[in-house]
């Protein structure tokens, strides 16, 4: 067994969660958020959700479809915003957890979109889309921390990103890394309500 997981999800993506759940072997906390903690106190409301629903995990797994989005609005995804939110949280007998995002197969032509000539260095980059028509800003924010530059490397991102097929062959290898990544100097730049 492997570091537990927490799945953020959105319904119409459940069949993928369960695919997690059954044939990948991958230790998880079965539940999500499904009714608004009412409070002002935001330290409380994330408290909270990482007692009753985030419990043991160490790390979030957020299934990345299409509407799952944050141009669907704040209402709509209030859930898995707050998922996200509480898992990034950092704070008094609250451990943040580290975020693998997982591109699933009907999303990748979205957010894969291949070799670009950049316009500022002259050099290639792959042009990966994690933006607010493909995520919830507490993702793309994170995964695409404000460096000044105008690429990332491994070490300059505290969300990890795969796709599907690759996760499945190999989920630990990406549960790995979203797990050490609590401990990188970038946790340190996480914003938790971007
Ligand atoms: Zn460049």
């Known amino acids: 067994m492997g570091h537990r997981c927490f799945i953020s999800f959105k319904t119409e993506d459940k069949l993928y969660k369960e695919n997690i759940q059954n044939v990948l072997d991958v230790d998880m906390i079965d539940h999500s958020l499904d009714e608004a903690i009412d409070s002002n106190d935001i330290d409380y409301v994330m408290r909270k959700i990482r007692e009753d629903y985030l419990s043991t995990s160490t790390v979030t797994i957020f299934l990345i479809g299409s509407v799952s989005n944050e141009n669907l609005g704040a209402y709509e995804q209030r859930y898995i915003k707050r998922e996200l939110q509480a898992s990034l949280y950092h704070g008094v007998g609250n451990t943040q957890n580290g975020i693998l995002g997982i591109v699933l197969p009907h999303m990748y032509t979205s957010?894969?979109?291949?070799?670009?000539?950049?316009?500022?260095?002259?050099?290639?980059?792959?042009?990966v889309a994690i933006n607010n028509s493909t995520t919830i800003k507490e993702f793309s924010y994170n995964y695409y921390i404000p460096n000044n530059k105008c690429s990332w490397s491994d070490d300059e991102r505290y969300c990890i990103l795969g796709k599907?097929?690759?996760?499945?062959?190999?989920p630990n290898y990406y549960i790995n890394q979203a797990f050490n990544n609590r401990a990188a100097p970038i946790a340190n730049n996480v914003v938790v309500r971007p």
């Not at 957010?111 to 316009?119: A, D, K, M, P, R």
């Not at 599907?164 to 190999?170: A, I, K, Q, T, Y």
């Open 164 to 170: 599907w097929d690759d996760f499945v062959l190999n």
């Open 111 to 127: 957010v894969f979109l291949g070799s670009i000539t950049c316009y500022n260095c002259g050099g290639t980059h792959q042009s």
